[in-house]
């Protein structure tokens, strides 16, 4: 039997501010956006947002319910890239995500795999904006 990745959950302090930064800042699509009734969980909402047009993986954007959780926001690589998220656009994706005002670490370099870029999420997880090179 095949198996994917269906969702990685990451942590956020809110829900529509996270949307709007994964949808406008990086063109992801909004999936999905439903409130959860849950007793004593009151705004739980399950929200999966993705790359336009991606098959496979989604985020599941998690509002944090604990301190434990809050602690963990922007944390969640410990430091170190954790998300890369993979693009044959890489200079298009990059103006957009500027001129929303995305925080870039870095001047996008070219590599033996490609052209790369380091930003952080509206948490502050860092990312790598990817596009490989044709051997890759």
């Known amino acids: 039997m095949p198996q994917h990745l269906g969702a990685l959950t990451l942590l956020v302090a809110d829900y529509d501010e996270a949307i709007a930064f ?3 800042g990086l063109g992801f699509a909004l999936l999905e956006d439903s409130p959860l009734d849950e007793p004593g ?21 998690a509002r944090a319910a604990n301190p434990d959780q ?7 690589g410990g430091g170190r890239v954790f998300l890369f998220l993979e693009t044959d656009d890489f200079w298009g994706n990059y103006h957009r995500m500027q001129a929303y005002g ?3 670490c870095e001047q996008p370099r070219v590599e033996p795999y490609g052209t790369v870029v380091v930003f952080e999420d509206i948490s502050g997880n860092r990312w790598d ?7 890759n």
């Open 22 to 24: 994964f949808t406008l």
């Open 70 to 76: 809050e602690a963990a926001i922007g944390k969640q």
């Open 41 to 61: 969980k009151a705004g739980k909402r399950w929200v999966r947002v993705a790359p336009q047009g991606a098959p496979g993986s989604a985020l599941l954007l």
């Open 102 to 104: 995305v925080h870039f």
């Open 129 to 135: 904006l990817l596009q490989r090179s044709a051997a």
